[in-house]
């Protein structure tokens, strides 16, 4: 499960430092505006497919997605978002 993470992260990474023509994941890192656009209306989707019953996994797939390459593009890696919660364990 977390492979899956890693590897997308990996991806991200990759994607920042090796720019890849006609990639989503290039345009997203380079255009913060539509990253942090894309990021709002994913987790309305969500919200919208927990209330109805509908696509919630689907739609938490591209929430995820759609957060890790805005931490990327803003420079917050997810190491220091995971030592953060990890401050937070009681």
Do not use: C, P, Q, W
């Amino acid at each position: 499960m977390l492979s899956t993470l890693e590897k997308l992260l990996n991806l991200v990474r990759d994607r920042k430092n090796n720019s890849l023509e006609g990639s989503y994941t290039n345009k997203l890192l380079k255009d913060k505006n539509l990253s942090m656009e894309k990021v709002l209306e994913e987790i309305n989707e969500l919200i919208e497919a927990v209330k109805n019953d509908t696509n919630k996994v689907h739609e938490a797939a591209d929430v995820f997605y759609h957060l890790i390459v805005y931490l990327e593009a803003n420079n917050i890696k997810i190491e220091d978002v995971m030592l953060e919660l990890k401050k937070r364990e009681k």
